[in-house]
């Protein structure tokens, strides 16, 4: 097969490219990149998450100060500069927001990783001699046309998908999906646009710095995209949204890691790209949804996953923390299960101290962790590691569910989806096929809510309200919890 000229001279200057950089700089990246991965294991476990984060911190401090050395496009005071008010910003953010926004501040954080990566590709497409990506011709190279073009439409993807997923997080927009008509095809229709503009930018005969408007048609389509794709996509499945908005991150990032010929931000990008893959299809597995139909758009949904009204109320038992208090202490096995509402109520502190009271009491406690549980993937992993709860005391769905017909309570703290029967038997339901904990098994039933007139996040009425073993706590979690404290003392 004979390569044409311009191909040819290409894969010479790339390749003069790879022997200029020095062995040292790769070895440092390489050095980065194996603490990433070390990173990304430790992390893979509560008890040595903290070993990970080290890991992590340590990889990325030799990959900063390996590019700083090396920097050769823009001058280390217009870097350090950067970096201080980008931290000052970070550090201002990291003390004032509240653990129960933290799922905003992850899509958020997504967002900026995108805008960055459109950033740096529009500055090779403005500058592109500073990136040496510029060929003998005067047109930037084949390969680095595909590399922008691709990693600026991930990165405008990840940007708009990130802003929606925000504002639905936040309030700002409703969580309900929001379906437009000829959505599929619409999306369809643009993302092959976008695959036909890079492939006709690759092979345009001219395509220097002045030379760029196929690039921002693609970067204006991939914002829309990103739009598009997030908006059908109902609260309930947030926390997959919230994983794989972070893998489309690391894939913006492993694009740009290429045109600026960055060892450590390939390698970096590649890991975050595939690990948010990995665990937005496990997530996906968990909440019975198919992974393709969710990173298509919510493809295959329909006004029933919109959420749907409360039923028409039921009696129910409604019981006092003095009540909850006295059954509590003459349990043999307690099994905690905690939701979005513990986070917004900020109850994990207290919770973890009516465990430990139990505790002295003889009772054996723990707490079972679904893992769509909250608004973003480990959040409630990350409550009780805040407050200290033993990482031995914390199971997941498949290693605690077949305990609770031998558990004499079922504590349900700001949780309604992950216990809901409905998954189970009803197929009209929006949750069904999803795997749920046995709460129903249980010989008493704890559920406490702000109020019987709310419905969890999936908009769906839950069953066990109204079992004989149920009574419902209603109230405040934090308050509640703190009072069956004081009534334990």
């Known amino acids: 097969m004979t390569l044409p000229p311009d191909a040819v001279s290409d894969l010479s200057i790339a390749a003069d490219a790879a022997q200029a950089v020095n062995p040292w700089v790769a070895l440092a990246y390489l050095a980065s990149g194996v603490l990433f991965i070390l990173a990304l294991r430790g992390l893979s476990n509560p008890a040595t998450s903290r070993r990970g984060n080290r890991f992590g911190m340590a990889g990325m401090l030799i990959a900063v100060v390996t590019t700083l050395i090396t920097h050769d496009i823009a001058g280390l005071p217009e870097i350090l500069a950067a970096i201080a008010i980008g931290g000052a910003i970070g550090f201002v953010i990291a003390r004032r927001i509240a653990m129960t926004a933290m799922p905003q501040l992850v899509a958020a954080f997504h967002s900026l990783v995108g805008l960055a990566a459109v950033l740096v590709a529009a500055a090779a497409l403005l500058n592109p001699g500073a990136f040496g990506i510029l060929g003998l011709d005067g047109n930037i190279l084949v390969v680095s046309r595909v590399e922008m073009a691709l990693g600026a439409a991930i990165g405008a993807i990840t940007f708009s998908g990130s802003v929606i997923a925000f504002a639905k997080l936040n309030g700002n ?28 930018y690759a092979l345009a005969p001219n395509a220097g710095p002045g030379e760029g408007w196929l690039f921002w048609a693609i970067v204006a389509a991939a914002f829309v995209i990103g739009f598009l794709l997030i908006i059908p996509i109902g609260g309930a499945d947030m926390p997959v949204v919230v994983s794989m908005l972070n893998s489309y991150s690391g894939w913006a990032a492993a694009a740009m890691g290429f045109t600026l010929h960055n060892t450590a931000m390939i ?54 923390a003095a009540d909850a208090a006295f059954m509590l202490e003459q349990a ?85 989806d992950v216990v809901n029967p409905a998954a189970k038997t009803d197929k009209s339901s929006p949750i069904y096929g999803m795997p749920v904990f046995d709460v129903d098994k249980a010989k008493q039933v704890f559920f406490i809510k702000r109020s019987m007139g709310g419905v969890g996040y999936a908009g769906v009425d ?28």
Do not use: W
């Open 332 to 416: 043999e096995k307690v099994i905690i299960i905690p939701g979005y509402g513990m986070a917004v109520a900020q109850a994990q502190h207290a919770l973890r101290e009516m465990a430990d009271m139990l505790k002295e009491k003889g009772v054996e406690v723990k707490y079972a962790i679904h893992p769509v549980a909250g608004r973003m993937p480990g959040h409630m992993n990350v409550l009780l590691a805040e407050a200290n709860v033993p990482y031995d005391e914390v199971f997941e769905l498949e290693d605690i569910n077949s305990e609770f017909a031998t558990a004499d309570v079922a504590f349900v703290i700001g949780a309604n």
């Open 462 to 489: 839950n069953d066990v309200f109204y079992m004989d073993q149920t009574m419902m706590l209603l109230a405040d979690a934090k308050k509640m919890v703190e009072e069956i404290v004081k009534a334990l003392d």
């Open 173 to 200: 927009m409703s969580g309900a999906p929001i379906l437009l008509p000829a959505r599929h095809a619409i999306n369809l229709g643009t993302l092959v646009a976008i695959l036909g503009m890079t492939a006709a």
């Open 267 to 320: 390698v970096t990008g590649a890991l975050v790209g595939s690990s948010g893959a990995i665990l937005s299809y496990i997530m996906c597995r968990a909440m019975n949804r198919s992974f393709i139909s969710v990173i298509a758009g919510g493809f295959g949904a329909d006004a029933a996953a919109a959420g749907g009204e409360p039923k028409e109320q039921r009696p129910y038992k409604q019981g006092s």
